[in-house]
């Protein structure tokens, strides 16, 4: 008979959040005037559930459900309120964009697409940096987790076409190449999760938040805002990494032969790839169009999830298997139901209230800037891209739209500093300590790079994005 054992938890990983949170509890007397009690004591225990999840004594859906109970418990929300989170439409399209991502993984179309960019585009450095954030481009509008591009697709190819170039880390060789195209696909995949609603998960969480403030964010909206700062980013950030971080080998004659050897052992497209491809078609035209149809991007990702069930690309099994996706439903929907709760129980309102009228003066050009730096910045102080949203969006809308920041354009900069705030830490998000981990790229040089190359996002994004905005008729 096998002997069970008992879970190891580092329960002096729950000192801070429970401390932080009691404190905050307990002074409830001394709260601001125009706080309600309920209120503050939602806030410790949002404030303790996002400091839990970013110290983790518990996977970081285990502590989004103590934080749940909690919640319940002490009467802050009721049980029928607090379950119907789960319900939430943003919430579901997230879960269902994990499991097309499957899809790409399992039939091994992903890797095939990346082959080919390789085959074709692979002759220089430069070029085969290009190809493979292209290829990262191409897969995210399906595939809400960056991590599961970075790390299940792109990071194996870009290992092993560095090390058949001579280039790995073991022997202090990873500046031949590696650096560079590890480096390169970080900030790639940064830009391409800004670029698309569904590209990282914590952009539908956004757009949730936000519709809570009654500010709407469609799929077809957040491409457009993002095209042209996308578009800019993509073709120069490349660039000026390869001037800043110049990896030793400029040419890769040899890329295009490694190339069509990997596809030759994959052999002839299957047919559980071609149907991948079709769907994948299908639900992008769906997203893209999805207004002239009157059907929304969740039911869109639905709609691609059954068809993957009926041709037989994806079996139930996977489905289940799909940890990532169940895990994010799960903690996700606490915390918008949380964040969701301290908006209907008069916290936000009054922070954001208090926050304008310090600011009160100023033009709303100056306030949005004051806002997204202080957004980026504070980012050094997370390890996880979707807890800072969760924690800091709701609030800076509000302050924004009382400020007199265009509704939509306030949401959609916010939405899109959500992913370009990557750019500080070697654990700013999940692809980071993937890429970093590798050991291609060291602490000093990742942290230098990143915060050059943040200053070149907020000048882009926030300047230039703002001007295309405009244009656009967002404000």
Not at 78 to 93: E, R
Not at 213 to 238: C, D, E, K, Q, T
Not at 465 to 475: P, Q
Request: charged residues 10%.
């Amino acid at each position: 008979m096998t002997k069970l054992t008992i879970e190891k938890i580092n329960y002096k990983k729950f000192l801070l959040p429970l401390i932080v949170g009691l404190l905050i509890w307990f002074l409830a007397p001394f709260k601001p005037i125009g706080v309600s009690i309920i209120a503050w004591h939602m806030l410790a225990i949002f404030v303790a559930t996002i400091i839990g999840c970013i110290t983790q004594p518990l996977p970081i859906g285990a502590v989004a459900i103590l934080g749940f109970t909690v919640t319940v418990i002490t009467g802050e929300v009721k049980i029928d309120t607090a379950v119907a989170g789960f319900g939430n439409d943003s919430i579901w399209l997230i879960a269902m964009a994990f499991f097309i991502s499957r899809g790409f993984i399992k039939t091994g179309l992903g890797k095939r697409i990346a082959l080919v960019f390789v085959r074709l585009f692979g002759k220089k450095t430069l070029g085969l940096a290009y190809s493979l954030i292209g290829v990262d481009l191409i897969l995210s509008p399906a595939t809400p987790s960056n991590t599961a591009r970075a790390g299940g697709i792109m990071y194996p190819i870009i290992d092993s076409l560095s090390r058949s170039f001579g280039s790995n880390p073991e022997d202090k060789t990873e500046r031949k190449i590696g650096s560079f195209l590890t480096f390169a696909e970080f900030h790639g995949n940064t830009i391409t999760s800004a670029m698309f609603l569904t590209a990282m998960a914590g952009n539908p969480l956004a757009q949730s938040l936000a519709k809570a403030a009654h500010v709407n964010i469609s799929w077809m909206g957040w491409f457009l805002a993002a095209l042209v700062p996308g578009i800019i980013s993509l073709i120069l950030v490349p660039f000026l990494i390869y001037k800043l971080y110049p990896p030793e080998v400029k040419t890769t004659p040899n890329a295009k032969k490694w190339a069509e050897d990997q596809l030759n052992k994959m052999g002839h497209m299957s047919i559980a790839e071609r149907f991948m491809a079709v769907i994948f078609v299908v639900a992008l035209i769906l997203w893209v169009l999805g207004g002239t149809f009157k059907i929304d991007a969740t039911l869109t990702a639905f709609i691609a999830l059954s068809l993957l069930l009926l041709t037989g690309v994806l079996s139930w099994s996977d489905i289940l298997q799909e940890k990532g996706a169940w895990n994010t439903l799960t903690w996700f929907s606490i915390l918008v139901m949380m964040a969701t709760q301290l908006n209907v129980l008069g916290f936000i309102p009054w922070l954001s209230k208090t926050i304008s009228t310090s600011l009160h003066g100023l033009s709303w050009p100056i306030v949005l800037v004051i806002l997204i730096l202080f957004y980026f910045y504070s980012h050094y102080l997370f390890a996880s891209a979707t807890a800072h949203v969760s924690a800091m969006y709701t609030a800076l809308l509000g302050v924004a739209i009382a400020a007199g920041v265009p509704p939509l354009l306030g949401a959609l900069m916010l939405g899109f500093f959500g992913n370009l705030f990557a750019s500080t830490t070697h654990y700013s998000d999940g692809p980071a300590p993937i890429l970093f981990s590798s050991g291609y790229v060291l602490q000093k040089d990742w942290w230098t790079l990143n915060a050059i190359l943040g200053i070149f996002y907020l000048v882009v994004w926030l300047g230039i994005g703002t001007l295309w905005m405009k244009v656009i008729g967002i404000f």
